[in-house]
């Protein structure tokens, strides 16, 4: 009966859809009567109203949706979709402004005497339009009006000329910022945590151990990764296009022809080119490089464009004149005072009223921000007075922000349907029933929203579809693919749906626009290439993961808050990075070494330099380990090639013995909702069959090899034996700069610690013979600035003891002074060792230290350099298989 509920749900919303029922109501109101009737029927023939559904009951379902869709806003890390209004009112601004109209003139005249020149600026401007607007029909539309009768009266191909016109408008659901991505993240970001949970139960299932090591854990997503993942690939579909269009007009100049450009390239000219192209290539610069650099959020960086955009509305639907450029003017030299006064001063306005600091550069930020404000606020002013344009975008910004949430609001109450009536799990049986792993899986999930494409938004398709392959496909330990490269797929493939005949949305925004002159056919035959380029990229996409991974590593390990070298998921590729450094610098750090042990450690307390001679011992280890793990690595590799095909064949058969015992549970729950005498007869076949059901699963085991026990632990002795040579070369790599860098610290804390040498003799008098509170406040003073200082915490012990021995009701002034005593003797004694270990003790152990931080002891840096930031991001940024860890 779950599966007649679920064919209701699914034949309601598809009829709701394709009768032109908005999809808004269309997505909750075909869960909420699939529920219904489910309650209903259950209540009526089930014995309960939560009869029919896979699990929980009807109100548990109703509210899912609703509760799934609040969490999202009443988590503070979840605030991904309050850039959607941002950017939507930044498109649609700059739409309003006629910057597409000025874009596609200018660049016309740059580009149009090379073959296919007016193409390649079609192309240029629907990239610059997806940077700054993102919104296709609006990029279409625009360029429909503009362009095509440019490139028609020019003799361009009909075909050539639509179809150029309708891919390049689509770019904005691929190239950064994009509403697109920002959905896809924000659904990525859920599915990324059920497909965690998914995984550490198959790790359990297999390996019978109670967690899983974070290394194995899959990673979850931000908009702000997205955009950083799609702009690579972005860039290379725009090279494809413009290739293309080079290539195809050189070898056929009739259907492309060059257009010389009549009047003259003068300074006005070329004044006019900066104009044009300058201000929206400077939003892009602020929107996207102040999410690459770390600057900004992604929210932060949508309040930015936002900005960006009304400032530029200000000037350009402007009527020529001495004041036109003003509010822009204000505005620029308003952030120029701002960096400046970041750059120059301590603007940390609290630190300074406590300190009592230069309040200039506070002063400075005060002014630059009253200009940038009287900017907006100039300009604003401007777009509102002429024809009402600030309202309009702000009515349409709010029309497009609600439906877009109230989709995802239906979308959430659709999604919550479909769980209940456990069409995940069927979802997921199947694909996982599939023969060829992940990569079938994946084709088929791309088939279904390539197809989907046609008939659906991009929203829909992101917020019904993702939500229930997604946590499927991350959470396969065999491709084990990031969610930023999964979401950039997806995304490419939505955008190719936009173009695909005969129901693909650009082609109707085009035909809309189009001279009657064009015919639908043209337009249909126009695209058909570049579909074929846009599946190319997706070819070149899914081949090289790492034209998407690669720029967000790398802006997580050069920004400011990037992980430390410890992190677990940075330790294979570190290790990668140290053997190829060691092949280089062993004999430098092997020096290093012998030199450290011909240190003389004899002025040193004996605890201390023991700390340090097993230093040097565990740099010759971990030396030692460095070896042994690659050695350990390759034995692995050479038995995977035998081992991986009987771990598919067991896990496949346990997969199948797993699925036939949960399917058997199931009939036997049903069957216990039958107590009635009159279904007697049903629930003895439910139980018979469920009896079947695990006789078949017994009959499956059989399927098991034999030898898969031993196969299994001769394997599983040998990834031991790699584990435990990383974990040893992990440990002495660790030891060995530790103990160096711990006495460094203690010899930098030496003048720190011979100032208190005053502070500690005057303190005999106060302790023998002054008041017990200014005694005992004294003693406190010290014993905390001795903790301060690297290596004293014997002396702050001797004197916290002096100071419990002033307390108030337990005073014993001889106690005080006897502590007081060993604590003047511990500093004599660390007086000593601590001169003595200025100059070429410490010079020896800065040398030491200097030359095992970048190899053995790197993972005690308190942050990646930058080669090992960019080695670990281009290590990490393709997709490593462990599986056979499962």
Not at 624 to 635: H, K, M, N, P
Not at 665 to 672: F, H, P, T, V, Y
Request: hydrophobic share 50%.
């Amino acid at each position: 009966m779950e599966l007649f509920f679920l064919a209701i749900l699914i034949v309601t919303m598809a009829t709701a859809l394709g009768s032109g029922f908005p999809v808004a109501f269309a997505l909750p109101g075909a869960a909420i009567i699939s529920i219904v009737l489910a309650a209903l029927a259950g209540l009526a023939f089930g014995g309960g109203m939560d009869a029919f559904f896979h699990s929980g009951g009807p109100s548990q379902w109703l509210t899912a949706g609703v509760t799934n869709l609040r969490g999202v806003y009443w988590e503070v890390e979840r605030d991904t979709l309050i850039a959607i209004p941002l950017f939507i009112f930044m498109g649609i601004m700059l739409q309003r402004s006629k910057i597409a109209e000025d874009l596609l003139v200018t660049m016309a005249r740059l580009f149009g005497p090379v073959p296919g020149g007016l193409g390649i600026s079609v192309v240029f401007v629907g990239a610059l339009l997806a940077a700054t607007t993102g919104i296709v029909g609006a990029t279409v539309v625009a360029m429909g009006l503009i362009s095509l009768p440019a490139m028609l009266r020019n003799n361009y191909s009909p075909s050539l000329a639509t179809g150029t016109i309708a891919a390049s408008g689509t770019l904005g659901q691929i190239i950064p910022p994009s509403i697109v991505l920002i959905i896809l993240a924000d659904q990525l970001a859920s599915a990324s945590d059920q497909a965690s949970t998914a995984r550490k139960a198959l790790h359990k299932e297999a390996t019978g151990e109670l967690s899983m090591p974070s290394v194995f854990d899959v990673a979850s997503t931000s908009a702000g990764e997205m955009f950083l993942g799609a702009f690579v690939p972005g860039i290379v579909l725009v090279l494809l296009y413009m290739v293309f269009i080079l290539i195809y007009a050189t070898i056929r100049p009739k259907v492309a022809p060059a257009v010389p450009y009549t009047g003259e390239r003068n300074l006005r000219f070329w004044g006019n080119v900066v104009l044009t192209l300058v201000p929206p290539l400077t939003l892009i610069f602020l929107v996207l490089g102040s999410i690459i650099a770390g600057i900004a959020t992604v929210n932060q960086a949508g309040a930015i464009g936002a900005a960006g955009a009304l400032i530029m509305a200000g000037y350009r639907l402007t009527e020529n004149s001495r004041t036109t450029f003003y509010p822009a003017i204000m505005g620029i030299v308003g952030l120029a005072l701002i960096a400046f006064a970041l750059a120059t001063y301590n603007m940390n306005v609290k630190s300074l009223i406590v300190t009592g600091g230069d309040m200039t550069g506070i002063w400075i930020g005060v002014t630059a921000v009253g200009m940038v404000m009287a900017a907006l606020v100039w300009s604003g002013f401007r777009v509102l007075r002429i024809e009402d344009t600030l309202r309009e975008v702000m009515v349409e910004t709010a029309k497009t922000t609600s439906l877009v949430f109230i989709i995802l609001l239906g979308a959430a109450m659709l999604t919550a349907a479909f769980r209940a009536f456990g069409g995940e799990e069927l979802v997921k049986d199947f694909l996982n029933s599939l023969p060829g792993g992940f990569w079938t899986q994946f084709i088929i999930v791309m088939g279904v929203i390539f197809v989907l494409g046609f008939f659906l938004d991009f929203i829909e398709i992101a917020v019904v579809v993702v939500p229930i392959v997604a946590p499927i496909l991350l959470a396969d330990p065999e491709a084990n693919i990031t969610a930023v490269w999964l979401g950039v797929m997806i995304g490419l493939n939505i955008q190719t749906s936009f173009l695909t005949p005969p129901f693909g949305f650009a082609l109707f925004y085009l035909r809309g626009v189009a001279p009657a002159i064009v015919k639908t056919v043209q337009i249909y035959k126009g695209v058909v290439a570049f579909i074929c380029l846009q599946l190319l990229a997706l070819g070149i996409v899914g081949y090289y993961p790492q034209l998407v991974n690669y720029l967000p590593n790398r802006v997580s390990l050069l920004g400011d808050t990037a992980p430390p070298p410890r992190n677990p998921k940075m330790q294979i590729c570190l290790e990668d990075y140290v053997r190829d450094k060691l092949q280089t610098d062993r004999g430098s750090v092997t020096s290093a070494i012998a030199a450290a042990r011909g240190l003389d450690l004899s002025a040193l307390p004996e605890k201390i330099a023991k700390g340090l001679s097993q230093g040097f011992d565990d740099a010759e280890t971990a030396l030692g380990s460095v070896d042994a793990i690659f050695a350990a690595q390759d034995e692995v590799e050479a038995a995977t090639g035998e081992y991986r095909p009987q771990l598919r064949l067991v896990r496949n058969l346990q997969k199948r013995m797993r699925n036939l015992e949960a399917e058997a549970k199931e009939l036997l729950r049903q069957a216990g909702f039958l107590n009635a005498e009159a279904d007697a007869d049903r629930r003895a076949k439910l139980e018979a069959h469920a009896a079947e059901l695990l006789q078949e699963r017994d009959g499956v085991a059989t399927g098991i090899p034999d030898s898969w026990e031993a196969t299994y632990d001769t394997f599983n002795a040998l990834v031991t034996t790699e584990m435990k040579a990383r974990s040893t070369y992990r440990r002495a790599g660790d030891g060995a700069y530790e103990s160096a860098a711990e006495f460094l610290s203690m010899v930098d804390a030496n003048p720190g610690f011979f100032a208190l040498e005053a502070d500690l003799a005057g303190l005999e008098e106060v302790i023998a013979s002054g008041e017990r509170a200014e005694a005992e406040e004294a003693v406190n003073v010290l014993s905390k600035a001795f903790g301060g200082v690297a290596g004293a915490s014997d002396l702050r012990s001797a004197l916290s003891k002096a100071k419990r021995s002033l307390r108030e009701g337990k005073e014993d002034r001889e106690k005080a002074a006897t502590e007081y005593a060993k604590a003047v003797a511990k500093f004599g004694e660390q007086a000593e060792w601590r001169r003595a270990a200025e100059g070429e003790l410490t010079a020896g152990l800065q040398a030491y230290a200097a030359a095992i931080s970048d190899t053995i002891g790197s993972r005690q840096q308190e942050r990646l350099n930058r080669d090992q930031a960019l080695f670990i991001s281009a290590c990490n940024a393709g997709h490593r298989d462990i599986s056979l860890n499962f």
